[in-house]
């Protein structure tokens, strides 16, 4: 195992980060902006490096800056969370290059992934389905061209897009040139790249998601699935394991071909083959894959028993792992509430938390870096913390993420926490059987 890590992030998964390092005996240096001097990943790190300005570019995705502060510090790997330098293979690369072990998978599997019309290539070539659409758009005259071939609604998507940003959903003919140059700046604008392609719109459907694990030594598995179907605006609100909408025949289909495509680049690490799930024909569709840590990775935690934060780290460190698929059991129901700082009409919120009350009781995890007197800075994402609750049942688990969510309290700062209560009130969400539109639904 390595001695000293260096954890190239903030927030809530800095600290997830940093605590199972510290259950390893593994030494921990933190990486901090200006604005995150007072950041708790600072407090509860063992060294804290200050890397630069309160913009992401000028710290937490300054390259340079943070492999210099992990050959000064004596780390011998970086752990870059998720969002950031996370999916970026150009950081792997120039990690392995000064002799620092990324903690993820190689630079050539970023990039057979990272990009998403690549990845459906990647997937197509392994047997997995995938959603029908196109190859990267070379111009609006092409878009037109595969807009009337592949049928409406359509989505152009951006291939460097995350956390939902990048996406334009297409009605008609006459809308697909305006749509594809704006996809494409806004693309440019967010991820440096504005190339986009075209998937046909699956609707009604859910997102249904396989957590893999794989090792250096060829071994490869799959910890379970997330239903990820309550989203507003294509980004996640809410998460659960086991996922309540799919038959056992799929769920084994959907993990067998997860388990194929990883299997297909060796995969290494941590990583989700996220899917677009059709209840109606019972069919499903590959839409890309994650080569990192997610945010929910949390509920997989619950149902299986599992820290994956410390099986990410013994992989990167060459370790076998320690159990086959059959070892794997999925036991109860998970779920997991995305707590974001923001008014009830969904605009951003800042400032200093006053009084913070965080729900307790067994099976109850809530995940921040968030304590009393913190000051929330404006430059980075909204998320104040997540709560991830597990019972025995689903209807058991519904209602213990009712109730430790009636025990948040946060002043100072505006939150989405009553949102979530009327999500886990609804009766499609309760009933288990909604789809990716639930949040238009739940504002009708
Ligand atoms: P997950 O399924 O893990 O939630 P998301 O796509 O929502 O994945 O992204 C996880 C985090 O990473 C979010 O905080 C999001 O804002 C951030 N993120 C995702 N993609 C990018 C990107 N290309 N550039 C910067 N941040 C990103
Ligand atoms: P990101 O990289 O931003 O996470 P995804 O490709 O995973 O982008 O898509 C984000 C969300 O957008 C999905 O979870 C799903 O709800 C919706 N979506 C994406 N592609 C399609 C599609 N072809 N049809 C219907 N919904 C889609
Ligand atoms: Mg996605």
Not at 247 to 263: C, F, G, S, W, Y
Not at 285 to 294: C, V
Not at 374 to 387: A, C, E, I, N, R
Request: hydrophobic share 40%; net charge negative; aromatic share 8%.
């Amino acid at each position: 195992m390595f001695e000293k890590i260096l954890v190239a992030n903030r927030g809530e998964i800095a600290v997830r980060v940093i605590r199972a390092c510290k259950e390893m005996g593994v030494q921990t240096v933190a990486v901090f902006s200006t604005a995150d001097a007072g950041s708790y990943h600072v407090q509860v790190a063992d060294e804290a490096w200050c890397i630069g300005g309160p913009r992401p570019a000028d710290s937490y995705l300054n390259m340079d800056a943070i492999i210099t502060v992990a050959v000064e510090s004596g780390a011998t790997a970086i752990h870059p969370g998720y969002g950031f330098l996370s999916e970026s293979a150009e950081f792997a690369r120039k990690c392995r290059d000064c002799g620092v072990v990324f903690v993820g998978p190689s630079p050539e599997v970023i990039e057979c992934m990272g990009d998403k019309d690549e990845a459906r290539r990647t997937a197509k070539a392994a047997g997995v389905p995938i959603v029908e659409g196109s190859d990267l758009l070379s111009d609006a005259d092409e878009a037109e061209r595969e807009a009337k071939r592949i049928g409406f609604p359509l989505l152009i998507k951006a291939r460097a897009g995350g956390g939902g940003r990048g996406i334009r959903k297409v009605e008609s003919l006459e809308k697909v040139r305006s749509s594809f140059q704006e996809a494409s700046s806004e693309a440019s604008s967010a991820f440096g790249d504005g190339g986009c392609y075209m998937e046909r719109f699956i609707s009604p459907a859910h997102h249904v998601e396989v957590q893999i694990l794989g090792d250096a030594h060829g071994n490869v598995v799959s910890l379970g699935e997330r239903e990820c179907s309550v989203q507003r605006r294509n980004q996640k609100l809410l998460e659960e394991s086991p996922s309540p909408s799919i038959t056992q025949a799929v769920r084994e289909h959907m993990h067998r071909a997860a388990r194929d495509l990883a299997r297909s680049v060796n995969y290494l690490g941590v990583g989700t083959i996220e899917y677009l799930y059709s209840d109606s024909d019972e069919t499903f569709a590959f839409m890309e894959m994650n080569t990192r840590l997610q945010v929910e990775h949390p509920v997989t935690e619950f149902v299986s028993g599992l820290d994956l934060v410390k099986w990410q780290l013994r992989v990167a460190a060459e370790n076998e792992l320690a159990f086959t698929q059959d070892d794997i059991h999925i036991r109860g129901h998970a779920i997991e509430c995305r707590l974001n700082a923001e008014t009830p009409d969904f605009l951003p919120s800042c400032g200093t938390v006053e009084t913070l009350h965080i729900p307790g009781g067994p099976w109850v995890r809530f995940d921040t870096a968030l304590y009393q007197g913190v000051t929330v800075p404006p430059y980075y994402d909204s998320m104040l913390g997540k709560l991830i609750v597990f019972a025995p049942t689903r209807e058991e688990c519904v209602r213990k993420a009712r109730s430790a969510l009636g025990e948040f309290v946060v002043e100072g700062i505006s939150d989405n926490s009553e949102l979530q209560l009327d999500i886990l009130s609804n009766d499609a969400f309760i009933s288990g059987m909604y789809h990716t539109n639930l949040m238009e639904h739940l504002y009708e």
